[in-house]
């Protein structure tokens, strides 16, 4: 079960990676320019919190649930 929990962290932190810059000089040249400053600073958030489930080595219920939802707030699917 880590394992598929840290693939699906590790789907959901590459996605983000395209967001994390938190420089706002360039998210002004950058194709992201209509985000605000807070969904920018929400998506750096999101990114670190899937990279340390990514490293994680064990994991609760709570991180989850957590997962589960961050992955549908990016529209991500969701288990049937």
Known sequence: ?????????????????????????????SP?????????AQMHADYQQACRWLA????TDADIAALAHMRRRYGFPTEP
């Open 1 to 29: 079960m880590l394992s598929k929990f840290r693939r699906e962290a590790a789907v959901l932190a590459a996605y983000l990676s395209q967001f994390d810059n938190t420089d706002t000089a360039y998210a002004q040249q």
């Open 32 to 40: 992201y320019v209509g985000m605000t400053d807070k969904t920018r």
């Open 56 to 59: 994680a080595i064990e994991y």
